[in-house]
C-alpha cells in the first residue's frame, strides 16, 4: 500500500515567456467563461442535461463531455482557454450559502454558472409542478 501513494510537486515559474503563456491562456478562458454568462439563460434552459464545452466564444453541445470538447477542438484548435460545463437536468439554486435542486424559482439572483463557487451541502428537494 505504501507504494499506491501519489507525489504532489509544486514548482514556481518564473520564466518569463511561460508566465506570459499562462496569462494568455487565463485570457481565453475568461473570455470564454464570459460568453458563457452572457447567454447562460438561453443556453441552460435549451441544454438540460447536457456538457457543452465553450472555445472561441462559441457553444458546442454533446451527451459526453469528450464529444463536446472534440467539436469544439475540432472548430478551434488553437482555443486553449476552452473548457467543459454540464448543465444539470433540473435547475439549481441557492439558498443561504446552500445549493438547492429545485422545480420552483426561488432565490434566481443566488445562481452560479460555476457551482463550486458556492460552499455548503447539496440538498435534493423536490416540488409540485
Known sequence: MA???ISLVMEEVTDPEELAGARA???RFDRNAAWLQAHAE???SRHRGKCLCIAGEELFVADTPEEALALATAAHPED???FVHYVPREKLYC???KMVF???RRHPA???SRIQEIEGNCQFIPRAV
Do not use: M, V
Open 3 to 5: 507504494n499506491d501513494r
Open 25 to 27: 491562456q487565463r485570457e
Open 42 to 44: 438561453e443556453i441552460y
Open 80 to 82: 486553449d482557454g476552452s
Open 95 to 97: 439558498a443561504r450559502g
Open 102 to 104: 429545485s422545480w420552483e
Open 110 to 112: 443566488c445562481w452560479r
